[in-house]
């Protein structure tokens, strides 16, 4: 999903198909979500958030996290260290590139990936519900750093 403005108006339409309430707060969530290129943690939210209303809890940007996951609105990238970071923007499994250095994330496009789906189900006979791929690395950035 190329366009923030649509991705946010598909997180909130689905919100009101369901009848949630719409707070401004939240709503702040959704935009913050749908435009994230850097895949944020609920604390890197929250900050942004509460730069608006200062009066939001922690509380409530988990809560709306959470929400949006049960909508399958939102990806949940879970790592050991340095806590979940989240996918508003693409909220379906795909690879990523993360940076051991900077814990930057980012989105890889790999149009085979279908095709090793497709693969591993014909061979196994497992039906794949959902996956997950992460390739760790440096990123440019942090590779000019050490020059």
């Known amino acids: 999903m190329d366009n923030p403005d649509t991705r946010f108006d598909q997180m909130l339409s689905r919100l009101r198909l369901r009848g949630f309430r719409l707070t401004p707060q939240r709503i702040a969530v959704l935009r ?14 929250y900050t942004q958030v509460k730069n608006e209303f200062p009066t939001t809890s922690l509380a ?5 996290i959470t929400l949006l996951k049960e909508l399958n609105e939102v990806l949940e990238l879970g790592f050991s260290e340095g806590g979940n970071r989240y996918d508003g ?9 993360i940076c051991v250095k900077c814990k930057k994330v980012i989105d890889a496009d790999l149009e085979s990936l279908g095709d090793l789906t497709e693969e591993l189900t014909q ?23 050490g020059k």
């Open 32 to 45: 913050i979500l749908s435009a994230s290129e850097g895949h944020p943690g609920a604390e890197d939210i």
């Open 60 to 64: 409530t940007v988990y809560k709306t």
């Open 89 to 97: 923007k693409n909220p379906f499994p795909h690879p990523h590139l």
């Open 123 to 145: 061979d196994t006979g497992f039906e794949i519900l959902s996956h997950r791929l992460d390739f760790f690395g440096i990123c440019p950035d942090c590779k000019g750093e």
